[in-house]
Structure formats: C-alpha cells, structure tokens
C-alpha cells in the first residue's frame, strides 16, 4: 500500500508514514509548513506559505515579510 503524498510541488514526503494526523488532514509536511514559500501540485503556480494561525496554505501577498 502506497502512503499519502505530500501535496507541495517537490516534495516527496509521506504523510502517513510521518504519523502526524494534521499533516494528513492539511496534506503538508512539517518542513513544507515551516518554508519561506511553497506552491501546491494541481492549484496554479501561485505561491503560497503556511499560516500557523489560521492552520492554512495562503498567498504570499497576505504576509509581511517573514511573518508567518
């Protein structure tokens, strides 16, 4: 049985296989969540980061500089 990808474009990590449920939930690995910028596999080129205080992928043009 193959795992659960990782939905970032690039990265091969496998979600079910790292036993964290919210990165299963979310389909994005911890290393993804913590990257300057990421963009998703299917959803356009845009580029996104992860918010940590709303628990989503959003557009770059919503941040301030390095502020997650």
């Known amino acids: ?3 659960i990808p990782d939905g ?3 990265c ?3 979600l079910e ?6 990165c299963t939930r979310l389909g994005i690995c911890p290393d993804c969540m913590k990257a300057p910028s990421v963009s998703m596999r299917g959803k356009g080129s845009e580029a996104q980061r992860f918010c940590f205080q709303c628990g989503k992928l959003q557009p770059l043009s919503l941040f301030e500089g390095n502020k997650r």
Do not use: F, T
Not at 17 to 22: A, E, S
């Open 1 to 3: 049985m193959e795992g």
């Open 12 to 14: 091969h990590a496998d």
């Open 8 to 10: 970032v474009r690039g």
């Open 17 to 22: 296989q790292l036993g964290k449920k919210y």
